[in-house]
């Protein structure tokens, strides 16, 4: 048997390919990098010299590739999912990461920037992250804004876990909740409150088999014909947790924005409400801010 890594590339390429796998040249290099520990940059230096991979590491690379052609989410294969500038740790019961989440993170950053320039020296925002699964907003925040001390919310206790791989070595402080049940004294304490929840509709199953098979549900449907008893959720807990002033965001699907704006622009406790688009020009992300002045109650609003 040929064990030289350019041989087993082209032969996992194919063997991906055939199993209809999205991107099967990228997944199969990373497949080999992690099984070789080096880059891809240096996966394919390796391969053009004509290394030859040990009967072992070959063994694992086919056994990788062949669960990905089981459409097993590539990350749950490596254990790492690339999110901004971070390698989360993620696996079994934790929703992966998404790309487009990685804008929302930076208007949250952009934000934080701008509500510095009107507080005092050294100002060190309090954040939340509503829902955090493996953690991917919180620890971005944190990595990225170090002056932030911020909380997580997570109510499953498999995504919980994950989290706190990649929260506390970050400073994040963790805590296993539903979200819509946060405590008394947590109220009026934050300044930026950040979600990622859960916004597909009941009926609505995602066609993609790693997403279907693999992701939480927990993680997935938002309850509701139009999934959004979820991000409405969030919106009334931004509501208690924020301060007078303070800004929340949350990510949704692009059909799902014009009834998040409708119904922020008509609580009258918020304003400056903006729909944010992702890197492809979808509405990714609503956002609004907590008025200074108390505000009047607002009728009910059906999941």
Known sequence: MDNSAEVLLRDAIQ??????????????????????DVSRGRLAAMAIAGRVLTAAQAARFTELVGERADRVPLQHLTGRAPFRHLQLRVGPGVFIPRPETEQVVQVALDQ?????????????????????????LAAAIAAEHPQAEVHAVELSAAAAAWAEL?????GVTLHQRDLREVPPEWEASFDVVVSNPPYIPEGMVPREEE????????????????????????????????????WFILEHAEVQ??????????????????????LTGRDRATSATLDEEPASPMKEWPA
């Open 112 to 136: 934080l920037s701008s509500m510095a320039q009107s507080r005092p020296a050294g100002w060190r925002p309090r954040v939340v992250d509503l829902g955090t699964g493996s953690g991917a």
């Open 211 to 246: 997403v279907r098979v693999h992701d939480p549900e927990l993680a997935l449907y938002g309850g509701g014909a139009h999934g959004l008893a979820m991000p409405f959720a969030v919106i009334e807990t931004a509501k208690r947790l924020l301060v007078p002033g303070g």
């Open 15 to 36: 063997r991906l390919s055939a199993a209809g796998v999205p991107s099967p040249r990228v997944d199969a290099e990373v497949l080999a990098a992690h099984v070789l």
């Open 257 to 278: 924005a014009p009834a998040l704006a409708a119904r922020c622009r008509t609580d009258a406790a918020l304003s400056a409400v903006a729909t944010h688009q992702d």
């Open 166 to 170: 990649n929260l506390a070595p970050l």
